[in-house]
Nanobody, 122 residues
Framework: QVQLVETGGGSVQAGGSLRLSCTAS????????MGWFRQAPGKLREGVAR???????NFADSVKGRFAISKNTTKDTLYLEMNSLKPADTARYYC????????????????WGQGTQVTVSS
């Protein structure tokens, strides 16, 4: 089992930046695909960014060019760097670990973190 703990959420003004961190309870490198999802009130949870075991990254169209995903395998930590934030980015952000396939959809996720709130004001 893997426990995931997210930190780094908060409130910022439009145009600002935040960095989310997700620390895993055990080594995930080489075993789990990792990703970030978000869920706004009244909306479905959606994929934001993912990083595959080989380091390949993929982003939702809505965040391309503004968000970056990375991982520090030594610290078992996943990051989401968010720049040029918009009010539309307001949501609860969840870290996810996926077994044997990329975190392309919620159905691929084996473990979820508890989430961290990001609020962007205009």
């Amino acid at each position: 089992q893997v426990q995931l703990v997210e930190t780094g959420g908060g409130s910022v003004q439009a145009g600002g930046s935040l960095r989310l961190s997700c620390t895993a309870s055990r080594n995930t490198a080489g075993y789990y695909y990792m990703g970030w999802f978000r869920q706004a009130p009244g909306k479905l949870r959606e994929g934001v960014a993912r990083i595959d075991i080989d380091g390949t990254t993929n982003f939702a169209d809505s965040v391309k060019g503004r968000f970056a995903i990375s991982k520090n395998t030594t610290k078992d930590t996943l990051y989401l760097e968010m720049n040029s934030l918009k009010p539309a980015d307001t949501a609860r952000y969840y870290c996810a670990a996926c077994w044997s396939r990329p975190c392309e959809a919620t159905s691929a996720v084996m473990y979820w973190g508890q989430g961290t709130q990001v609020t962007v004001s205009s």
